[in-house]
């Protein structure tokens, strides 16, 4: 029996190159997403560190810096700003920037809508140029103001509570710099950004109320003391008068003391040796009116006697004075050498004046009263 001949196997190193080949392209696939899974590993290590910082600080300079320089990082770009909207004229404002010209950039206002990052938050939309040559939402003159040509710019809205309150924009010099992943990864920031922003503002406006409370509890306190050195002062001052008052209610009172001490002594004697010589009448009448009328003098009573009593003549005094020691008129008249009539005139004027016209009350019983 004739053995057949076995032929040569030919697939066996086909089958080894092609193993080899699937092989590479697999590891070159893991190579590739190792790389990516270390990339990311790295992004959500910077995003971790970031929210940490950012929420850390309640000064709001340093939140807008520290967001900034880690974005910058992040993504590796020359460039990277906040610009938030002016309450007041709704223009966008540089608030802070970081990296390439942030001394120029910041500080900068875009009218409203003006720019990529004025398109952004009125549109409330993020937004990548891969290349501003070809798109005029592009802003140059901040460009230009930096001398530089920026070619790619990711820029996304900052919200609070829904509301767009600006947005958070990196730039670079290259085209096609950033893709959507990086757009997506700004808004991330954005929200957290906004959220230690919100906070910071909070803090700021509790300081700025804690200011100006111990500004003014500063202003009550010392218009406190002014007005208890006022009321000391005026203490003073109402003591010092009241001392016054009394030293002079005591210096009238020795003065009275003096003079009525001096009337009694070297006036009184003469006129009690005049009062029993022999004197007429008349002259004796004269002699007793002066005696009650320098005794009323010198009598505290005559302090007492209302002010209406001094709108009087000398002469209607006078007869007031007569009328209240009882005298008629007749008596009166040849006292003060007048006429009845004269007297009688002067007692009717008298009454006008104290304002007794038309009363039923009797001259002598009203000055009665007064003295």
Not at 300 to 319: A, G, N, V, Y
Request: positive net charge; hydrophobic residues 40%.
């Amino acid at each position: 029996m004739v053995k057949k001949a076995t032929p040569p196997v030919r697939s066996q190193p086909i089958t080894k190159t092609l193993n080899a080949k699937r092989l590479e392209v697999e590891n070159r696939r893991l190579l590739r997403k190792n790389e990516e899974l270390k990339k990311r590993n790295r992004e959500l290590e910077l995003i971790s560190q970031a929210f940490l910082s950012i929420n850390s600080c309640l000064e709001l300079d340093r939140v807008l810096s520290t967001i900034l320089e880690t974005i910058r990082n992040l993504f590796g770009a020359v460039g990277s700003s906040i610009w938030l909207v002016d309450p007041d004229s709704d223009e966008m404002v540089c608030q802070q920037a970081a990296g390439l010209g942030r001394n120029i950039v910041r500080g900068w206002r875009l009218s409203p809508g003006e720019g990529v990052a004025g398109w952004v938050s009125s549109h409330g939309k993020s937004l990548i140029l891969r290349d501003t040559r070809e798109d005029l939402r592009h802003f140059p003159e901040v460009a230009d103001k930096m001398r530089v040509e920026l070619r790619s710019i990711v820029s996304v809205p900052m919200r609070i509570k829904g509301e767009v309150i600006g947005a958070l924009q990196v730039v670079d010099k290259k085209i096609g710099r950033f893709k959507d992943t990086h757009a997506i990864l700004l808004e991330l920031l954005a929200d957290a950004s906004t959220i230690a922003i919100e906070n910071a503002q909070l803090f700021e406006r509790a300081n700025l109320e804690i200011a100006e409370r111990k500004l003014a509890q500063k202003k009550l306190k010392e218009s406190e003391n002014a007005l208890k050195d006022k009321s000391a002062a005026l203490k003073e001052v109402n003591t010092a008068m009241n001392v016054l008052l009394k030293n002079r209610e005591e210096d009238q009172a020795d003065m009275e003391n003096i003079i009525v001490a001096n009337v009694k002594d070297m006036v009184l004697p003469f006129l009690e040796k005049l009062s029993r010589s022999k004197l007429d009448e008349k002259q004796a009448t004269y002699v007793e009116i002066i005696q009650s009328n320098i005794s009323n003098i010198v009598s505290p009573f005559l302090r007492q006697i209302p002010m209406k009593f001094f709108d009087l003549t000398p002469t209607e005094i006078q007869i007031a004075d007569l009328v209240r020691k009882d005298k008629t008129t007749k008596e009166i008249a040849q006292l003060l050498n007048a006429s009845s009539k004269t007297i009688e005139a002067h007692r009717n004027r008298l009454r006008k004046k104290l304002g007794l016209t038309n009363q039923r009350i009797q001259l002598r019983d009203y000055l009665m009263t007064l003295v």
